[in-house]
């Protein structure tokens, strides 16, 4: 312990490819009235105040 640096590892290359959509469910519909979306993406997502960041268009 005494001898040992505690250092996070390097993390590789930085990451510049947006994630993208594989599916979205529900699929389309009209007159939504459910309590819940799920997108699935092709890699992981953080979630970060998503009521702010994510943007749907149109309303």
Same mark, same amino acid.
């Given at each position: 312990? #005494?001898?040992?640096?505690? $250092?996070?590892? #390097? #993390? #590789?290359?930085?990451?510049?490819?947006a994630?993208?959509? $594989?599916?979205? &469910?529900?699929? &389309?519909?009209?007159q939504?009235?459910a309590?819940?979306?799920t997108?699935?993406?092709?890699?992981?997502?953080?979630?970060?105040? $998503?009521?702010?960041?994510?943007? $749907?268009?149109?309303?």
């Open positions: 312990m #005494g001898c040992a640096n505690i $250092v996070p590892p #390097g #993390g #590789g290359p930085r990451d510049t490819l994630p993208r959509v $594989v599916s979205i &469910s529900p699929d &389309s519909t009209l939504f009235k309590q819940r979306v997108f699935r993406f092709d890699e992981y997502v953080e979630l970060d105040n $998503v009521l702010e960041k994510l943007i $749907v268009s149109p309303r």
